[in-house]
């Protein structure tokens, strides 16, 4: 079996995308950072969300029966710290951003790369965490901009910006390799 230690390590080698999982209804507001979500078939559309059985929030998104996955933008890092401390108290996360509504109610971040407003349809109980097989009721998207993902422990920007970087270090790189000759 492998340990808790080695698999950790071994996940901070998958990338995934920084996402604030939001939810509202009977047991109020909700709203977490979280990287475990991934799309499960498009037809129904559904996702799967993953909260560790210790967060407050799983109990609230639970009894609300809905959540809403808003993907973060590379400029909404600061944003993903805030709502991963839990010792703020939920108002004064969800006061550092503009939400909107879709179709459940779920709290939906305007500027949100993608928002998918979900109705949870199942729940799996997996080792230390809730599995949360959504449905998707409503989804919004806002185009262009860079993605923040969560790479070897440490938030990392991909998408055009992130590319054109990589192109021009490698032009200076190779310019200095060519100055050098």
Wanted: net charge negative; with cysteine.
């Amino acid at each position: 079996m492998v340990d808790k230690s080695t698999f950790r390590d071994a996940m901070a080698g998958l990338g995934a995308a920084v996402n604030i999982i939001t939810s509202d209804g009977e047991a109020g507001l909700a709203g977490c950072t979280a990287s475990a979500v991934c799309g499960v078939t498009d037809e129904p559309p559904t996702l799967l969300v993953c909260i560790n059985r210790g967060s407050r929030n799983n109990a609230a998104f639970r009894t609300n029966g809905k959540l809403c996955v808003n993907v973060l933008s590379a400029e909404q890092q600061a944003l993903a710290a805030h709502f991963a401390t839990s010792a703020l108290a939920i108002e004064e996360r969800f006061a550092a951003a503009q939400w909107d509504r879709l179709a459940t109610g779920a709290p939906v971040l305007q500027d949100a790369l993608a928002s998918l407003d979900c109705e949870i349809e199942s729940v799996t109980e997996v080792g230390t965490h809730t599995v949360f097989f959504c449905a998707v009721k409503a989804a919004r998207t806002q185009g262009a901009g860079d993605a923040l993902i969560y790479y070897g422990r440490r938030y990392h920007r991909v998408g055009e910006r992130s590319v054109h970087a990589t192109h021009a270090l490698a032009a200076s790189q190779c310019d200095a390799a060519v100055r050098a000759r």
